[in-house]
């Protein structure tokens, strides 16, 4: 497709399982943005990645949140033994380089953890 | 803290007025962004406006920034219902220029 597609769309969760969420940049695009947004709040910035390297990880809440990427396409944010409070809506974008402004979001997980 | 803080937090206005919403930041920047957020989907970029920049147009969108101040306003002129959604600013913070957001503020456009 031609925009930021993620999935799943909804995830619920039991506490104390690991998720898993996908994000398929727009193809093309190096840099590539996890951020999580709580019900009614702005959004919270989790990790960058340049091509398959993340050289900015400081918004990663704790060590049970970690992400990867596939070369310059696909990235997954894994959650292990899930908390109430990780329930939200993550959002992944993607844009030609950093720096150069626009990001291209896509519509987002929102994930409830039980 | 938030780099970006956006006011008011909600605004409510009739169809054909114009909004008015601000965002003022902390740190030197080089560029501030606007982003639209409808109920339930991703953000959409509106609007970019560099540092030299003091004022920018696209549409029924006016940006205005105010280096000395650190500030922003978007102007929404002659808005209609479809208007109606969270407006977010974000400045590139950081070594790497990632964008922070504001908490965003919540426009309701009545028919």
């Known amino acids: 497709g031609a925009g930021v597609s993620q999935s799943p769309s909804n995830k619920v969760t039991e506490k104390g399982k690991d998720v898993e969420l996908r994000c398929d940049p727009i193809?093309?695009?190096?840099?590539l943005y996890w951020y999580r947004q709580r019900l009614g709040q702005g959004l919270e910035f989790l990790i960058y990645?340049?091509?398959?390297?993340?050289?900015?990880k400081s918004g990663l809440p704790s060590d049970r949140f970690s992400a990867e990427r596939t070369g310059e396409s696909v990235s997954t944010l894994t959650i292990q033994r899930t908390q109430q409070e990780d329930s939200a809506v993550y959002l992944c974008?993607?844009?030609?380089?950093?720096?150069?402004?626009?990001?291209?979001f896509g519509e987002g997980s929102r994930l409830t953890v039980l | 803290s938030q780099q970006g803080e956006e006011d008011p937090q909600a605004l409510s206005i009739q169809e054909g007025e114009n909004a008015t919403m601000n965002c003022s930041y902390k740190?030197?920047?080089?560029?501030l962004q606007w982003y639209r957020q409808n109920s339930g989907r991703g953000l959409v970029h509106l609007i970019l406006?560099?540092?030299?920049?003091r004022e920018k147009h696209s549409g029924r969108l006016r940006v205005t920034l105010d280096t000395s101040k650190k500030s922003s306003s978007l102007l929404i002129t002659a808005s209609r219902a479809a208007d109606t959604a969270s407006y977010f600013c974000?400045?590139?913070?950081?070594?790497?220029?990632?964008?922070?957001f504001g908490k965003g503020i919540t426009l309701s456009v009545r028919p």
């Open positions: 974008a993607s844009s030609p380089q950093p720096n150069t402004g626009e990001l291209f």
């Open positions: 193809s093309g695009h190096t840099a």
């Open positions: 990645f340049q091509g398959n390297s993340a050289p900015d």
């Open positions: 740190t030197s920047i080089n560029n």
């Open positions: 406006i560099r540092s030299n920049e």
């Open positions: 974000a400045t590139p913070t950081g070594a790497n220029s990632k964008l922070t």
